[in-house]
């Protein structure tokens, strides 16, 4: 089974600011099956970036995803006060089960 | 706008069986990946299973033996199946639409929350 960790657990910072969130699997990520999605309380996730860097229609451009083998990043280049949320990730299409990693709560500093 | 819709019941018993359905607003069922995947703060996000454009199934195997993932497409329904609950099983449970190649969540249901308590 293929664990993602991701880093940090919480990451504090200011709108206008630049977020870089890091998912780390334990064994290479077959293809580019990795996903992000952000979740407010309360809602479900919402799906962010697919195949690793792929946005899906109506997502802003400020966020961006990267990454191949074992680390991926999720970068958000100008934060606005609805990005504060928590983040996962998650591998997808080989390798099952597919899963998620803990999360990382981006937080207002 | 294609929006999916859960339903089944919140409160069970240990040993009874967990059933869940979702359906489709404004798309289709048939040609998409769909999954169930449930969250509780002891685990996290949890892949439960999920159903492939072709109609096959792959399950976690940490569930596999109580699991039951199908589809009705007379009904336009995806559902779960989850025998001999306990406490543990106590999470929100989600179904997701994926693409027609994958089973990442694209469309998400509202999650339905799921007790289990004696």
């Known amino acids: 089974e293929v664990v993602l960790t991701q880093s940090p657990g919480t990451l504090s910072l200011s709108p206008g600011e630049r977020a870089t969130l890091s998912c780390r699997a334990s064994?290479?990520?077959?293809?580019?099956?990795l996903a992000w999605y952000q979740q407010k309380p309360g809602q479900p996730p919402r799906l962010l970036i697919y195949?690793?860097?792929t946005r899906p229609t109506g997502i802003p451009d400020r966020f961006s995803g990267s990454g191949s083998g074992t680390d991926f990043t999720l970068t958000i280049s100008t934060l606005e006060p609805e990005d504060f949320a928590v983040y996962f990730c998650?591998?997808?299409?080989?390798?099952?089960?597919?899963?998620f990693g803990q999360g990382t709560k981006l937080e207002i500093k | 706008q294609v929006q999916v819709q859960q339903w089944g019941a919140g409160l069970l018993k240990p040993s009874e069986t967990l059933s869940l359905n979702c359906t489709v607003n404004?798309?289709?069922?048939?040609?998409?990946?769909w999954s169930w995947i449930r969250q509780s703060p002891a685990k996290g996000l949890e892949w439960i299973g999920e159903?492939?454009?072709?109609?096959?199934?792959n399950y976690n195997p940490s569930l596999k033996s109580r699991v039951t993932i199908s589809v009705d497409t007379s009904k336009n329904h995806f559902s779960l199946r989850l025998t001999s609950v306990t406490a543990a099983d106590t999470a929100v449970y989600y179904c997701?639409?994926?693409?027609?190649?994958?089973?990442?969540?694209?469309?998400w249901g509202q999650g339905t929350l799921v007790t289990v308590s004696s």
């Open positions: 159903m492939t454009q072709s109609g096959s199934t």
């Open positions: 998650q591998h997808y299409g080989s390798s099952l089960p597919y899963s």
């Open positions: 404004g798309g289709s069922l048939s040609g998409f990946f």
């Open positions: 064994q290479s990520v077959t293809g580019t099956y």
């Open positions: 195949g690793t860097s």
């Open positions: 997701a639409r994926g693409s027609y190649n994958y089973s990442y969540g694209r469309v």
